[in-house]
């Protein structure tokens, strides 16, 4: 094992010198045994002895290798190890020790693969161990406890040959109780990449830095000017914190050679933090939010770090282009909302980072394709789509890793990123002894790669949309070494996907079979597309009737879009709630602009005018709306002679209107009127309301009553008339006849007086005026004179 790590072209390191002397010795003992007639069987124990047995099982102590500096080393550097070994067993170790391996070179990128499956498989240990001076002893190892260690070797002391990673193995060898003898305990494998020279061609590494979080806000704003937005959860502001997982990305990418590819639904979220904003409460009051500084901050870090950078800006809300591809393509609508995405794309980014993004490049699940999601991502304008090494099948005889770009037809170019250096950041990574192996595996697989071929090529790493602050760190790490090391160089995507497609690369998108089933599980439902789609329906008849239609417009088209978000992956239920908050919040909108109802109306008389109200509830005026009042039974009753009748409405904010319609009524009894609210394109809005009128129609027989009423009121001031009229001509007539009996003679003194006295009074009942109203003088019972004139005779 020890001389397969030798290649032509090197020399044989002292160690592996001393096994070979050891074996070739080994070799002629039986010969020598056989001529001097010497027992062969100490010299073979003595030999087993040398070299530590492996035991039976993967060992009972754990080997943790913590840090590995330098992570590629060159001449003249000091390789240093350090980590913990742990007694995971029932029995103490005793006269143990760590030591370091150099195994063989790693030729296949697939042999990587292999010692990252078996890393502590104490029963393959490779190489011979370095000298005793680079370990470290323990006299004890006690069940349970942990021992640091760390070694330092010079890297001439390892004996490193041609360029290329070499497994570096780090062992604990000692003995316990119930087996007395030296033998391998635990084992920690890693990767030591090896290129002291800068390589001729180096290859071209484009690393995607991605910023994109979930959906934080909601469609719902307040009734100030400012329309002051409302977020479902104040967890954006524990993401942008100091220490956040964003904060650390921003600060991480900032020192670093990537292309920033950021969501603008995070910059508008983070940027609507820095005035005035509402966190949803668990009743109906929202608490106010308090993470301005710390919003401006990170945006101004965020600007900082692009600057000269390549940004590439994802449609609005990162929406999940399979899902879209493979369940909403039948829902109609489903695709303005990518296309709307995209448009608002460029604007946002701008307007926040003050920098123009490309848009060009879609980018699916994990670089997932087939040609459905092909379509998808295209047909909002991207004609480039990153996916990934493991959705093309390489064809057999191609035994290296091709360039990235592949054009797939229709002028649409896949820029395939490599799946092994993609993936090499997942999982936890919080444990130094984790994030080791992973800055080691990745680096050992990029030089690999390089040293596959003579030839340059252009690499791309696109990793997990939202690593973790400990992934970011490691990612970091393990980038800083790539760029500062002699095999990489760094480059932008847009570059990557113009460079030269290599002809023996696959550029067959695979079928729709052969996506992963993994993936397709996770997908949004096509229910969830018919819910947006609902939505959008109700909104297009709803901003009809606005005044300023960009108050609802806007938030209402971007809470759409992050319904359709990749982050709802895996959390159904979640995305579930979302999207029917958006629609509900639109119900109740919806339902502020409506029909007052009305109770049972009465009708008497052939026409009438009845009133029917709108109530505006909104902030914002209402405009372009008919209100169509009909008669469900016409013959009874007309509305403004027709079955109905219809008004156009405008109502200012906060206002309610009433208009009154004319009607006519033909017949008694009741007759049903509906009252309903139309757009100006002849759609129905709200709901309708419907009332009771009773019609009393005017009978012939109660006008004649009325008309003979009137008749007995002349006939009567008549008769008062002709009265009035008979009693002053009585009177006249009686002056006339006093007259002519004084002219006549003397009378006697007696009848003199008496009748002086008769007329005194009569002239004084003539000179007081008479009123209309005033009652008729009674008429004496002595007096045998028929009733004058004047007299109201009671009948």
Request: overall charge negative; hydrophobic content about 35%; cysteine-free.
């Amino acid at each position: 094992m020890a001389e397969a790590a030798d290649f032509q072209g090197t020399s044989p390191s002292p160690a592996r010198r001393r096994l070979r002397r050891t074996g070739a010795l080994l070799a002629g003992t039986p010969l020598l045994a056989g001529l001097l007639q010497l027992p062969v069987a100490p010299s073979a124990d003595a030999a087993v002895q040398d070299a530590p047995r492996a035991a039976s099982d993967t060992g009972t102590v754990s080997v943790s290798v913590n840090s590995l500096t330098p992570s590629a080393p060159t001449e003249g550097d000091t390789v240093t190890v350090s980590g913990t070994v742990t007694n995971k067993g029932k029995q103490a170790v005793t006269d143990a020790h760590v030591g370091l391996r150099v195994g063989p070179l790693l030729n296949t990128r697939s042999g990587i693969d292999t010692i990252a499956r078996n890393s502590d498989d104490v029963r393959s240990v490779v190489g011979p161990e370095i000298d005793d001076k680079y370990s470290e002893k323990f006299s004890k190892l006690t069940p349970g406890v942990s021992q640091p260690f760390n070694i330092s070797v010079p890297v001439d002391e390892l004996d490193l040959g041609r360029d290329g990673v070499y497994q570096l193995a780090v062992a604990l060898a000692g003995q316990t109780s119930s087996q007395p003898w030296e033998q391998t305990l635990g084992v920690q494998r890693t990767y030591l990449p090896w290129q002291p020279e800068e390589a001729d061609d180096k290859t071209k590494t484009t690393f995607l830095w991605p910023l994109i979080s979930t959906a934080h806000m909601t469609a719902e704003t307040g009734s100030d000017e400012q329309q002051t937005p409302v977020f479902r959860d104040d967890d954006l502001a524990e993401e942008i914190a100091p220490g956040g997982r964003l904060d650390r990305m921003v600060a991480l990418g900032r020192d670093l050679d990537v292309t920033w590819v950021i969501d603008p639904d995070l910059l508008a979220s983070v940027d609507a933090m820095t005035e005035r904003y509402e966190v949803r409460g668990d009743g109906e009051t929202n608490a106010v939010g308090g993470h301005q500084e710390i919003a401006k901050r990170w945006l101004a870090e965020v600007q900082k770090a692009v600057t000269d950078e390549e940004v590439v800006a994802l449609p609005f809300g990162d929406p999940d282009l399979a899902s879209l591809a493979h369940n909403g393509t039948a829902v109609t609508g489903s695709l303005s909302h990518l296309k709307e995405a995209t448009d608002v794309a460029t604007d946002t980014v701008e307007s926040v980072l003050h920098v123009t993004p490309n848009t060009d490049f879609a980018w699916p699940v994990s670089g997932a394709l087939d040609p459905s999601i092909v379509k998808v991502a295209t047909s909002a304008g991207a004609d480039k789509v990153i996916a990934r090494s493991d959705t093309f099948e390489e064809s057999a005889g191609l035994s290296y890793t091709p360039s990235a770009p592949r054009p797939i037809g229709g002028g649409t170019t896949a820029v395939v990123a490599d799946a092994r250096l993609s993936t090499a950041f997942q999982g936890d990574l919080t444990k130094a002894s984790t994030a080791t192996q992973a800055v080691q595996r990745f680096l050992a697989q990029s030089l690999a790669l390089g040293l596959q071929t003579g030839r340059e090529r252009s690499v791309v790493v696109a990793p997990q949309r939202t690593p973790t602050a400990s992934q970011a760190q490691t990612m970091a790490e393990a980038l800083t070494v790539l760029q500062e090391g002699t095999w990489s160089e760094s480059q932008d995507l847009a570059a990557a996907a113009k460079a030269k497609p290599d002809p023996a690369a696959s550029t067959k998108v695979p079928s729709a079979s052969a996506y992963p089933s993994s993936l397709r599980r996770q997908e949004l439902p096509r229910s969830a597309f018919e819910q947006i789609a609902r939505t959008q329906d109700k909104l297009d008849k709803f901003k009809v009737i606005l005044s300023d239609q960009s108050r609802v417009v806007t938030p209402f088209g971007r809470a759409l879009n992050r319904g359709m978000s990749m982050s709802w992956r895996g959390r159904n239920t979640e995305a579930a709630i979302y999207r029917s908050g958006v629609e509900s919040y639109l119900d109740t909108l919806i339902d502020r602009v409506k029909l007052i109802d009305k109770s049972e109306t009465k009708l008497s008389g052939r026409s009438a005018a009845i009133p029917v109200t709108v109530q505006n509830n909104l902030v914002q005026g209402v405009e372009h709306l008919m209100l169509r009042l009909t008669s469900t039974n016409p013959t009874r009753l007309e509305i403004d002679g027709d079955t109905y009748a219809e008004q156009s409405i405008a109502v200012s904010g906060g206002h309610s209107q009433s208009v009154k319609f004319t009607t006519s009524a033909n017949a008694n009894g009741q007759a049903t009127v509906v009252a309903q609210l139309y757009t100006q394109d002849g759609q129905k809005y709200g709901r309708p309301v419907a009332f009771e009128v009773k019609v009393t129609e005017i009978t012939p027989t109660v006008m004649l009553v009325i008309g003979g009423g009137v008749l007995l009121l002349v006939l009567a001031g008549f008769r008062m008339y002709t009265q009035r009229k008979r009693a002053a001509a009585r009177e006249a007539e009686e002056r006339e006849h006093a007259a002519d009996e004084d002219v006549d003679g003397p009378q006697n003194p007696e009848t003199a007086g008496e009748r002086l006295t008769e007329e005194a009074g009569a002239g004084s009942r003539a000179e007081a005026p008479q009123q209309p109203s005033d009652p008729a003088p009674d008429t004496t019972p002595e007096s045998a004179d028929p009733s004058g004139t004047g007299e109201r005779v009671d009948r």
